[in-house]
């Protein structure tokens, strides 16, 4: 975390400074970050004049926040019966190989986070996947190195997309 990083912190907690301002200085910080780090935890807790367990303490309940990284593109892996029938498990672990990532983590590239999810409620399309707000169905393992490929296209690998949450 660069002093520009600090000065855009710093800048959010000046804005929100009425009692009851935690969370929303944590979801603006994470719009910055992607994820709220041990350090930048560390940091807002000192500004504040807070104990950092208590803003761990609201970091680790609420779901939406999260103290790792995560993809520009989150893969839902349908996991409900119709899918699961079809070859999801198949699936899941073709993506696993391709995004060098298991369950719940995100690709090296920062570019992809796996889950399982029970079910998109596309049944007729079983097995399905979700990238981002794209539902692609009737996948076989085969199609995942193609698939993931036209994201990766899509990105400007020379750029990062977001910044680290680590002080430096």
Known sequence: MGSSSIAEIDEIIEKYTEPGSLIRILQKVQDIYGYLSEDVQTYIAGRLHIPVSEINGVVTFYSLFSTKPKGKYRISVCMGTACYVKGANKILDRLKEELGADEGETSGDGLFTLLATRC??????????????????????????????????????????MKTGALQ
């Open 120 to 161: 998109v409620g596309a049944c007729g399309l079983a097995p399905v996947i979700t990238i981002g707000d794209n539902v692609h169905g009737r996948l076989s393992p085969d199609d995942i190195p193609l698939l993931i490929q036209k994201y990766r296209s899509k990105e400007n690998t020379g750029s990062s997309r």
